[in-house]
């Protein structure tokens, strides 16, 4: 395994080793596709779609940045990136075999997805904290997470209300006291000052808020201090992929993490690759977003155990929330849900950041 | 006198064709005129009012993004378009084309129509993932939907209309002899055209809803991938954008739709 | 369809019994195939859940489901009779005033080729994610069908007849009254028809981006915790709310149409 990391330069070299490995694995597949008539390079890919969580922005730059750099064709993968959609959910569809891969909601849609017997295997973890905070007025009434009694809430149903409701639990709060109001596509009302507090993602909502009102004027919430976490953005396949196709899921990883390196080391380059996709965008937060992306992905365990990892006293935690909120019936099998054992099968030194 | 042949232009003669040529022109002139006012008026009223742009930006910031980067619209503009003629196109010779079925075979159409209306109540965005399962990420799925919102109104109308025949001529065509394909040709197709017309032009905007709404499934290209990227950055100008490119290729087809009726149904008084 | 008023009177009833008995077979075959191939293949629920388990979850859950029909049916129907006032209206104006004709016609085909769901996020920012942007959005998606077709129907008449009303002193206000509006009520009714059901999907399509409560809330949760026998639920709901009020409507033109 080692030794063919060092062949990767050499791009002739590389597209034969992998040959041969991909078609120890894939012997059935690559027949479906062994056309005498198909030029060699092209028989030697396998086809795969990544299935995004939404479109094209760079809190996804390093799956981008590796389709682009030809790091997934090193692997022998062609990689189709879909993007997604509202009531698009990616556990849906990687379990149907629709799509091969999925970047998908995060611990809470995986947790739901095996509570409902979608057979879908979490294969890493890009965001290892909560990637939301909640956000006041730094001038206004909400002082402490005691001040949200009384207090106009907005947050998304969506996972994000059970990790609200378990902060005020964890506080001493009745969740009953604090009116808790489903947060709507725009933060305006927020700025209007109907609303006392917002729920806002790092990358996304805070961005807009804090170019609106300025970083100054807000004071942020964060489940972290209530001893509360939430990691999301999970990376996940189906169960039959991960038995039948083990070194596709390898090479995706490894080709994605060398993606993600590279947007983490030029991020000015990665923001070039999604905005060439992407022109509508505004280029100050996608570099805003990209710096945010890297920060949740670089927290906790990461340093030591390098990228993706799947933090399972993290996982833990999340599960009771989401037991205890009575968001799944019953606590899952944690060693079917998660496979670490893709990631651990690259070398160490390659996944740190 | 040529005040007169302008409001009457039906009766003008062969000779002055220049004068039928220059009328759309006039009328297209007059279109651009008013819009043109529309917007100035528009942009007075926001920098007058200081209307915040979250709330509604100005036409002409909006018109500078178009211009600064032009390439995600007119892609958009293409592929939504692609889309909704495939989708309009296969959802009008269906729609027409099962009307007719309808028509004739009684059984089927009390068999089948309480289904159709049935289909018209699902919202089709709800099973994004099974359009996408069902069809894959390709344009076939966008046109997909555009077809399903498109066929039914078409069905509709069509019976409506070759119901709407009088029952004296058909007994009178009949009696000459003609043939069912020539009762069909001759009286009943024609009689339903302007009601079918009235659904077309229907289906032209539904069209494009689908498509639109189709590209909410995970796509990269696309008015729809436009909006939806907007409405989550809250970049309204790109809304506006997109919104406007939006409102030029639906009035453009409906232009066109609205043309072909003015042609055919023209044709079909005559006979 | 005038000339043979008694005929069709007569044959009404029988007609409609067999219409009745062969739209329920269609719609039992239908049924039964589908429980068929659900069963038969034992699909699983993301892919297409059995009708029966379906029916049971709405059995279930009526409480969550009864509460939310109600909220969608409320947006989808005043949001529906503004739409139709305006509808007709602007029928009306562009019927007895010719000139506006030219400003009004492009001016609504404009705002209305631009699809409705592609307000929503204006329409959302400009009145909340309360029941009144779902009105809004309804009115606006109802509107330009019952405009367009009515606006056709008062076209539709005779040009004679109308040289014929005038000759007589009529002025254009007794024309539409007197001939237009009849000739122009079927089209009239088509238009309401159709867009009895675009109400209820665009108030569902609109839940779905924001909202306090209501079918299409339902759904997206439900979306979101894979809970699929739940969206096919509340699609079954609002389904059912659509052909009820489809059904509404359609009795109550039988009704006029049949007075006229």
Redesign the interface.
Same mark, same amino acid.
């Not at chain 1, 879909?82 to 959910?89: Q, V």
């Not at chain 1, 509570?115 to 979608?118: F, G, S, T, V």
């Not at chain 1, 996709?277 to 505004?282: E, I, M, R």
């Given at each position: 395994m080692t030794d063919r990391v060092d062949v990767t330069r050499d791009r002739k070299t590389s597209s034969g080793a992998t040959r041969r490995k991909v078609l120890a694995g894939l012997a059935a597949g690559l027949a479906l596709l062994g056309s005498a008539s198909l030029p060699a390079a092209a028989a030697d890919l396998t086809k795969a %779609?990544l299935?995004?969580k939404?479109?094209? =922005?760079t809190q996804f730059a390093g799956f981008y940045v590796a389709v682009a750099k030809g790091y997934y064709k090193d692997e022998g993968i062609d990689l189709?990136i879909?993007?997604?959609? /509202?009531? +698009?959910?990616a556990?849906? +569809?990687v379990? %149907?075999g629709?799509d091969t891969f999925g970047l998908s909601?995060g611990l809470d *849609?995986v947790f739901?997805?095996r !509570?409902?017997? +979608?057979p879908i295997v979490c294969i890493g973890v890009a965001h290892q904290l909560t990637p939301f905070v909640f956000v006041a007025r730094a001038d206004g009434p909400v002082k402490t997470i005691q001040d949200f009694k009384g207090k106009t809430v907005t947050t998304w149903? %969506?996972?994000a209300n059970h990790v609200l409701n378990a902060i005020l639990t964890k506080n001493g709060i009745d969740p009953a006291l604090v009116t808790i $109001?489903? =947060? $709507?596509? *725009? &933060?305006?009302?927020f700025v209007d000052g109907q609303v006392d507090v917002i729920t806002a993602t790092r990358y996304?909502e805070f961005y807009?808020i804090k170019t609106?009102m300025g970083e100054e004027k807000l004071r942020t919430f964060v489940a972290e201090d209530s001893g509360i976490t939430f990691p999301r953005d999970t990376l996940i396949v189906s169960e039959t992929t991960a038995k039948e196709k083990p070194d596709l899921v390898k090479g995706f990883l490894r080709a994605s993490i060398k993606g993600w390196k590279d947007a983490f080391a030029d991020p000015k380059g990665a923001v070039d690759t999604v905005m060439a996709?992407? /022109? %509508?965008? !505004?280029r100050a937060?996608q570099e805003f977003q990209l710096a945010e992306a890297k920060k949740l992905m670089v927290a906790g365990k990461v340093p030591e155990k390098g990228l993706f990892n799947i933090d399972m006293d993290a996982v833990k935690i999340t599960q009771d929330l989401f037991v205890n909120a009575k &968001?799944i019936s019953k606590p899952v099998d944690l060693a079917a849900t998660f496979n670490s054992s893709f990631l651990d099968a690259i070398p160490l030194a390659d996944r740190k950041p | 006198m040529s005040a007169s042949t302008l409001s009457h232009p039906a009766s003008a003669p062969g000779g002055s064709s220049s004068l039928k040529l220059l009328l759309p022109l006039l009328r297209l002139l007059r279109g651009l005129a008013i819009l043109v006012a529309v917007f100035a008026l528009w942009e007075a009223l926001v920098v007058v009012f200081a209307i915040r742009p979250y709330y509604l930006p100005r036409p002409s910031v909006i018109f500078a993004a178009l211009w600064q980067t032009p390439a995600p619209y007119v892609q958009g503009f293409l592929r939504t378009l692609t889309e909704t003629l495939i989708g309009f196109a296969s959802g009008a010779a269906f729609g027409i084309g099962i009307g007719l079925v309808f028509f004739r075979l009684r059984a089927l159409r009390e068999l089948v129509f309480p289904l159709f209306i049935v289909s018209q109540t699902i919202p089709v965005i709800a099973f994004g993932a099974l359009v996408v399962l069902w069809f894959g990420n390709t344009l076939f799925a966008k046109a997909a939907i555009a077809f399903y919102l498109t066929f039914f109104p078409v069905t509709v109308n069509t019976l409506l209309g070759l119901e709407s025949v009088d029952p004296r001529q058909e007994a009178l065509l009949r009696s000459f002899g003609a043939s069912p394909r020539q009762l069909m040709m001759r009286l009943q197709f024609p009689t339903a055209l302007p009601q079918i017309f009235v659904a077309l032009r229907l289906a032209s905007s539904l069209a494009l809803v689908g498509a639109i709404v189709g590209e909410w499934f995970g796509d990269t290209v696309g008015l729809g991938v436009l909006l939806l990227q907007g409405m989550y950055t809250e970049n309204v100008v790109s809304i506006w954008a997109t919104l406007l490119v939006s409102a030029f290729l639906g009035t453009t087809f409906y232009a066109v739709v609205a043309g072909a009726e003015r042609l055919f149904v023209f044709w079909g008084a005559e006979q | 369809m005038s000339g043979s008023a008694p005929d069709t009177v007569i044959a009404a009833p029988r007609a409609n019994s067999r219409t009745l008995q062969r739209g329920v077979l269609g719609i039992v075959l239908f049924i039964l195939a589908w429980e068929g191939i659900a069963r038969g293949f034992h699909l699983p629920a993301y892919t297409l859940p059995a009708v029966s388990d379906i029916l049971a979850s709405i059995w279930t859950k009526r409480q969550i489901l009864l509460t939310a029909a109600g909220f969608t049916i409320t947006e989808a129907v005043v949001g529906y009779v503004i739409g139709a006032l305006i509808g007709v209206a602007l029928a009306v104006v562009i019927t007895l005033v010719p000139m506006t004709r030219a400003v009004l016609l492009p001016a609504a085909t404009a705002i209305n080729s631009v699809p409705v769901v592609a307000y929503s996020p204006l329409i959302l920012l400009w009145f909340g994610i309360g029941m009144p942007s779902k009105f809004v959005m309804v009115a606006l998606a109802v509107s330009f069908t019952v405009f367009l077709s009515t606006l056709a129907g008062f076209d539709r008449v005779d040009r004679r007849s109308v040289d014929l009303l005038r000759s007589f002193g009529a002025g254009r206000l007794a024309i539409l009254w007197r001939l237009r509006l009849p000739t122009a009520l079927p089209l009239m009714a088509a238009g309401l028809r159709v867009s009895t059901v675009r109400s209820i999907i665009v108030a569902i399509v609109t839940e779905m981006l924001g909202a306090y409560g209501g079918l299409g809330w339902v759904i997206y949760q439900a979306v979101l915790q894979i809970d699929f026998v739940q969206v096919w639920g509340a699609i079954f709901v609002a389904s059912a709310a659509s052909l009820a009020f489809f059904g509404l409507i359609g009795f109550a033109e039988r009704r006029i149409i049949f007075w006229k």
């Open positions: %779609t299935r995004l939404w479109l094209p =922005q189709t879909n993007p997604g959609g /509202p009531n +698009l959910l556990e849906n +569809l379990a %149907t629709a909601g *849609s739901a997805a !509570d409902k017997n +979608l149903f %969506t996972g $109001q489903p =947060q $709507q596509v *725009s &933060v305006t009302p996304n807009t609106r996709l992407a /022109p %509508t965008l !505004d937060h &968001v | - | -």
